[in-house]
């Protein structure tokens, strides 16, 4: 056998992580974030869905980096906002 057990492990694993990296579709998540976002954001000032950008970038160190920027045209009055939220 080429392989040790531990190496067949390593190459079952790495198999994995890329079946699953492949899966990933950060086009989705961005669709998702964006209308989540869009909610929130819609509750305090008025904000059209096209005016929401959102990258994700993977960053050497495996962790993800969020980049979001909105553009509102008018902040909703609010009377007034707790002290404690």
Do not use: W
């Not at 989540?36 to 994700?56: A, F, K, M, T």
């Amino acid at each position: 056998m080429i392989f040790s057990k531990n190496s067949e492990k390593n190459v079952e694993r790495l198999k994995s992580v890329l079946i699953s990296d492949k899966q990933f579709n950060s086009q989705k998540l961005e669709r998702v974030l964006k209308s989540d976002i869009y909610g929130l954001l819609s509750n305090y000032c008025v904000v059209e869905p096209n005016d929401i950008d959102i990258e994700i970038d993977l960053q050497k160190d495996g962790k993800y980096h969020f980049n979001i920027s909105a553009t509102s045209y008018r902040l909703k009055i609010f009377g007034s906002l707790p002290e404690v939220y």
